[in-house]
């Protein structure tokens, strides 16, 4: 398998897909590469900063690439999109050319819809992501409630721990059942015995949301956090009516829409004035407040505290 990371990359996928294949190729706990090897493709001595901020750095030269049998696009931060070096682009051409099947991974999606190789197929976008693709790729045909999405020799991923089931599809096609069974064996993660406690109201109460319309609302309003999304439009893209949704919503979430924005901004807000150097007015604006004084105003009604007070190790009563 050849890899080739772009900037900002997620790290569960890259784990997620190395991971599957060192335990389709080992036996017990020996972890060597027997039926699989992997390469990180890049100019030599160069590394990719994941978005954690581990670089990774590439372990091949950009090699023909009719020696691998399926090249990974391993997609990073959407704002870092262009700063991946030209000749990754390049490879991916003479991939195409040389016949290679390309698989996009998170953001890699993008990187394939931008080349022109999802042209009339459907793509496989993390809703987090929704409305970034449509406003790049306009009436292009994707979906939202899948782990992938193969069509022909391209392959969208969802991202995240959506690469594990695909590597399961990919490593039984080519190893056998009995290798992808181990990578399902090894790879599957344990039901959490209770939701994670976060401190905050929210936070508890989401182990318990069950609806797979209302989880697919938080991720939305969780990456539109910063300019309040219209409940309206929202609950049209889920197949409800506004009033079906506002219901549905307030007895998984046990607050309105609204409501779940304002401390969702005022959560991230309370950790930067409590974990970082920026000025009440940066933090303000990184929340998705309008202002620092329309913060200031929230922490004052919500918390009793003022953003300074906040910053000095107050708590809230």
């Not at 900002?8 to 060192?22: D, H, I, T």
């Not at 406003?135 to 409630?145: D, I, K």
């Not at 109460?205 to 969780?222: C, F, K």
């Not at 004052?300 to 505290?305: D, E, H, K, V």
Request: charged share 20%.
């Amino acid at each position: 398998m050849g890899i080739l990371l772009w900037p900002s990359f997620p790290m569960m996928s890259l784990a997620g897909l190395v991971e599957s294949l060192r335990h389709a190729g080992d036996h017990g706990d020996d972890s060597q590469p027997r039926y699989a090897r992997w390469q990180i493709v890049g100019a030599p001595g160069s590394a990719v900063r994941s978005s954690c901020g581990i670089p990774v750095p590439a372990t091949c030269d950009y090699v023909h690439p009719g020696g691998f049998d399926h090249l990974f696009v391993i997609g990073g931060l959407l704002r870092d999109m262009e700063s991946a070096p030209p000749r990754h682009r390049d490879y991916l051409h003479a991939a195409r050319r040389a016949g290679v099947p390309l698989v996009g991974v998170c953001t890699g999606s993008f990187v394939l819809a931008q080349e022109g190789f999802l042209d009339g197929r459907p793509v496989c976008i993390h809703p987090y992501h929704q409305a970034d693709f449509e406003m790049a790729f306009p009436g292009h045909r994707f979906v939202t409630n899948r782990d992938f999405a193969a069509v022909g020799d391209v392959t969208t991923v969802l991202g995240g721990v959506s690469i594990l089931p695909l590597m399961k599809r990919l490593i039984g096609a080519h190893l056998g059942p009995d290798r992808a069974a181990k990578v399902e064996h090894q790879m599957t993660l344990p039901a959490p015995e209770s939701a994670p406690v976060m401190g905050a109201r929210v936070g508890a109460e989401r182990g318990a949301i069950t609806d797979p319309r209302i989880q697919r609302a938080l991720v939305i309003l969780d990456a539109e956090a910063s300019h309040t999304p219209r409940v309206a439009a929202l609950a049209r893209t889920l197949g409800l009516s506004e009033r079906h949704f506002l219901r549905l919503f307030k007895a998984q979430v046990g607050m309105a829409p609204k409501e779940y924005l304002l401390e969702t901004k005022l959560r991230a807000a309370v950790w930067m004035l409590r974990n970082t150097a920026r000025s009440i007015t940066s933090v303000a604006y990184a929340a998705g407040f309008a202002s620092g004084a329309n913060l200031a105003d929230h922490c004052r009604r919500r918390l009793g505290l003022t953003p300074g007070a906040i910053r000095r190790g107050a708590k809230a009563g």
